[in-house]
């Protein structure tokens, strides 16, 4: 049966930028914060390291901001960046007000540093779960509040539009039963699209759907070539690709090729502490074997390190290494780069208006050029807190009017097992592609062919949906075909290398053409504008 509702303001994604946004807006209306699964289960719960803020007056701001447009490679949209290092100590400080609680020594909050970072500015909870306690203390401050609903276990699978207005989103919940809810304003917040690589530090919910729903319904997309590869992530065969915190770099781990050399000096001053993309890409190049396909073993170690309890700084890592027979302090960690954060998204301006009126994006879904081609270590989700809070107030600012969408239909949706299956070996097929023709090391061949095998993916995901089949799975499927797309048309049409995103065939940087941002709009077609 066709279902519908109505909600003041629709939330996609429980993490840091849709709780804080969520927190704001129910101050002036009825909240729907939309979630596929748990509340926890976001990429904000996963962030380990911390989050970075300058909590010490004007000249640590000033650094903060130097820091971010420096690991930016030249494409850092400045007065985003400003925005980021300003409003982040009120944020954080609010944050920890409503019962984020960090770690600290005798009072003071403990900082620790990152690469790229010029000082330990990293803020961290419960040595490295940060994203965690962020997550619980948001989610609990939120759901005290009457009129904040969620509807977890459910999915968006698709945004209703009238003209050039969104109106509201149509939602999926567990058992396959649809329902349209009109809104006011919708927030995506729904975080990035790791899982569009087949080797990603992101969980399975990071399909990107937010960004594809947003592109389809016609808002434009930027930036998307540039795909932040963390440098460590576990690499043992079998196992997930487990993140190893940059923040194990920062108390001092070395990085050591499988002859044992410490190779980052071969690469950058900084050493381990170099940008992220300049580490992943080192410990790719170290990692190649003589024979295309050959790999080699590179590791991180921490046996030198003296004075830290290092299981204690790091009992989530440690526990998760003991569960494959590793000691952090004792045994060399074998690691390999891994898809991990998404610099590109919905484009944004700096209130978190997309340019769909009534759409609004906020956190690793928005695109308001404040990475630039290289997110700086643990900006992520001070950005999310900073451009969540600013979404919902531009979302009270621009006070629209609800406009009550029509019932879809209301048909129950399931897929057979086989389908099922089907699906599975698609979606698998993607990602694999993905990895192999669009990941660290790209150039024109690699990417057309990248290209033609999402196109045989999406032809597959097509007939599916037009036999009237559908299922969170195969919208999920979609959305990470449409993003994947979206990353190879870009990645194609920007001949030049830059931060996280490099051409073996173009390996400069080509400021005269190319200090730009790419923006497309969901047709393949990309266009580079000067913000
Ligand atoms: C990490 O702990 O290394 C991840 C932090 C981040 O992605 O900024």
């Known amino acids: 049966m066709a279902t519908k509702s109505q909600v003041d303001f629709l939330v996609m994604g429980a993490g840091v930028a849709g709780l804080r946004a969520a927190v704001e807006l129910a101050r ?73 609680a960090f770690d600290t020594e005798d009072g003071e909050l403990l900082r620790t540093r990152e690469g790229a970072h010029s000082l330990p500015r990293i803020l961290h909870a419960n040595g490295d779960a940060t994203g965690a306690e962020i997550s619980r203390s948001l989610a609990a401050f939120a759901r005290v509040h009457k009129r904040i609903r969620f509807a977890e ?13 969104v109106i509201g989103a149509d939602l999926l919940d567990r058992e396959g039963n649809r ?8 927030l995506i917040a729904a975080g990035g699209a790791g899982q569009v690589y087949s080797d990603t530090t992101n ?38 690709r487990f993140l190893l915190s940059e923040a194990l770099r ?15 000096e071969r690469y950058h001053p900084l050493l381990e502490l170099a940008p992220r993309d300049v580490v992943a890409r080192a410990i790719t190049r170290e990692g190649m074997g003589a024979r295309p396909g050959e790999t080699r073993l590179v590791h991180l170690d921490m046996r030198h390190i003296r004075g830290i309890d ?23 960690i074998p690691v390999r780069p891994a898809a ?91 990602q694999a592609s993905m990895w192999a023709y669009a990941g660290l090391l790209r150039e024109e061949t690699t990417l057309l062919q990248g290209l033609a095998a999402q196109e045989a993916c999406a032809e597959g995901l097509a007939q599916m949906f037009a ?8 919208a999920e499927g979609e959305a990470m075909s449409h993003v994947a797309r979206a990353i190879l048309h870009s990645a194609l049409a920007r001949t030049e290398s830059r931060g996280a995103h490099y051409r073996n065939d173009f390996p400069k940087r080509d400021d005269e053409h190319f200090q730009k941002h790419s923006v497309t709009t969901g047709d393949g077609g990309v266009e580079f504008e000067e913000w």
């Open 28 to 100: 002036h209306g009825e909240v729907l914060v939309v979630t596929k699964e748990a509340v926890a289960e976001s990429n904000t719960h996963y962030a380990q390291g911390g989050i970075a803020v300058a909590m010490e007056g004007d000249e640590d701001v000033a650094l903060h901001f130097e820091d971010t447009v420096n690991a930016g490679d030249g494409l850092v949209f400045r007065p985003a960046a400003q925005v980021l290092v300003a409003e982040g100590p009120v944020r954080v400080a609010e944050l920890i007000e409503w019962g984020a």
């Open 153 to 165: 276990w459910t999915t968006v699978t698709g945004l209703v539009v009238d003209g050039d207005r």
């Open 179 to 186: 329902e349209r809810v009109s809104a006011r304003t919708v």
């Open 203 to 240: 969980p399975a919910v990071a399909t990107g759907d937010g960004i594809a729903l947003a592109s389809q319904a016609g808002a434009a997309l930027a930036d998307m070539e540039f795909y932040q590869f963390h440098p460590t992530a576990l690499s043992l065969a079998g196992a997930p």
């Open 250 to 264: 920062g108390e001092g781990a070395y990085l050591r090729n499988d002859r044992g050399e410490r190779f980052m």
């Open 310 to 332: 290092l299981h204690q700084r790091f009992p989530g890592i440690s526990a998760t290494l003991a569960r494959y027979g590793l000691d952090l302090a004792s045994d060399l």
């Open 340 to 430: 991990h954060y998404l610099m590109g998204g919905i484009k944004t301006d700096l209130a978190g208006r997309t340019t769909l009126r009534g759409l609004y994006a906020a956190g690793e879904a928005a695109c308001t050029g404040v990475h630039g081609a290289n997110r700086l270590a643990s900006n992520s989700l001070l950005e999310g807190l900073v451009f969540g809070a600013r979404a919902a107030f531009s979302m009270l600012d621009d006070d629209l009017v609800l406009q009550e969408a029509d019932a879809s239909d209301g048909s129950v949706w399931s897929l057979s097992h086989t389908e099922e299956s089907e699906l599975e070996s698609i979606i698998a097929r993607l």
């Open 467 to 474: 036999a009237g089949k559908g299922s969170r799975r195969l």
